[in-house]
């Protein structure tokens, strides 16, 4: 069975920074291209970043590009996300996920950048 669970989440104020972790469970973690992605209130889900299966290739929405970065450990099964230089816009609740469609996600972690 497939398990994801992200942690990391909180309060921060604009320019601050936040690192997420996604502990995965149920699958051969290092095989699969793994993403994250966000919802903000009221809106749909938006494809964040994603890293394929060794982590050396990466890619980034423009929203995010040269402010967030994705990185994995495969011996533990763990998704990171690094998100500086954090602004209100990036508020959402944040999930990591195992295909390019975010249908098979965590339950998500919240993030508030406010000041």
């Known amino acids: 069975q497939v398990q994801l669970v992200e942690s990391g989440g909180g309060l921060v104020p604009p320019g601050g920074s936040l690192i997420l972790s996604c502990k995965a469970r149920g699958f051969t973690f290092g095989s699969y291209w793994m993403y994250w992605f966000r919802q903000a209130p009221g809106k749909g889900l938006e494809w964040v970043a994603k890293?394929?299966?060794?982590?050396?290739?990466?890619d980034y929405a423009d929203s995010v590009k040269g402010r967030f970065t994705i990185s994995r450990d495969n011996a533990r099964s763990m998704l990171y996300l690094e998100m500086n230089n954090l602004q209100t816009e990036d508020t959402a609740v944040y999930f990591c996920a195992k295909d390019q469609e975010g249908e098979t996600r965590g339950q998500g972690t919240q993030v508030t950048v406010s000041s």
């Open positions: 890293a394929t299966p060794t982590g050396r290739t990466t």
